[in-house]
């Protein structure tokens, strides 16, 4: 589904348009808004993915809150630009799966629980672009940046007796991404559209008090590689041309491939497992201001 409306997104910027190119400017943007977060993972009995090939999976689900983000787009001349973005999502509300496995393909299902979660993330993307001209009214602007995804999911116990169960799951997401925006303005409202994509590194810490025998604070690692997905509308309407009303929808999708499952042992033991995949969904919404200059 991510896929698809990403792609859908990415198709608008062919499609044709009744706006005509209006003068670039700086801005400087505040918003608020509601995000709604996915995390799945699972890991193997071992380093080979087998004993069985699915030991266990933590599936995170509607991991929700407000989100509060901030931006600047800056034009050096005509030609050249650059745009950081970066966002804040307190999670207040979600819930998680924890299951066990003894045999492969999800078969003899020994543990089952679920918890509530919370948590928070923090995102972060910096981006160089260039005007590459006009499409059908809309400016293009291809961009080449950097973004970074680091979010905390916690495991928190229903009752007072379960306290002892908070755990953390600590994810970043950080790499190179490039894709292409574009906008298009009427008078006084415009649109922008935008598609990226980007190859990962994948890093993730636990801290796991649902076993007595990890060690503390660092109960397990995950590390690989991957992939991130995202699009973006935006919407707005310039008032007195200084201000701007703005309200936009965005989504993101990634996922990681194989990798490597490190867990750190009480004793001083440490095992590798194999990290079977990641995989993590996001969407959100907002409105805000900007100021034109």
């Not at 044709?16 to 209006?22: A, H, K, Q």
């Not at 933590?58 to 950081?84: D, T």
């Amino acid at each position: 589904m991510y896929h698809t409306k990403i792609f859908f997104i990415c198709l608008l910027l062919q499609c044709g348009s009744v706006f005509y190119l209006s003068a670039q400017k700086n801005e400087i943007w505040l918003s608020a808004g509601y995000s709604e977060a996915d995390l799945h993972w699972s890991i193997a009995g071992n380093a080979n993915g087998k004993d069985p090939d699915i030991l266990s999976e933590l599936i995170w689900h509607r991991l929700r809150g407000p989100l509060w983000s901030a931006g600047s787009r800056y034009y050096f001349n005509n030609k050249w630009g650059v745009e950081l973005n970066g966002g804040y999502h307190a999670v207040k509300k979600g819930r998680v799966i924890d299951r066990d496995y003894a045999d492969d393909d999800r078969q003899n299902n020994y543990y089952n629980e679920q918890f509530n979660s919370g948590g928070k993330e923090l995102l972060l993307d910096v981006a160089v672009n260039y005007n590459a001209g006009k499409l059908s009214g809309f400016t293009i602007r291809p961009f080449i940046g950097y973004t970074l995804q680091k979010q905390e999911a916690l495991i928190i116990g229903d009752g007072a007796n379960e306290a002892g169960l908070h755990s953390s799951y600590n994810t970043t997401w950080m790499g190179a991404q490039a894709g292409v925006d574009a906008s298009g303005a009427f008078e006084q409202f415009d649109i922008r559209l935008g598609c990226s994509g980007g190859l990962l590194n994948y890093r993730a810490t636990a801290l796991w008090n649902l076993i007595e025998e990890f060690a503390k604070p660092v109960s397990f690692r995950h590390n690989t590689g991957g992939y991130q997905l995202k699009g973006r509308v935006e919407m707005g309407y310039s008032l007195k041309q200084k201000i701007r009303v703005m309200a936009y929808y965005q989504l993101m999708h990634a996922d990681a491939w194989n990798g490597t499952d490190k867990a750190y042992y009480t004793d001083g033991r440490t095992v590798e497992t194999r990290l079977n995949w990641v995989t993590t969904t996001s969407t959100g919404f907002g409105a805000g201001l900007g100021y034109l200059f």
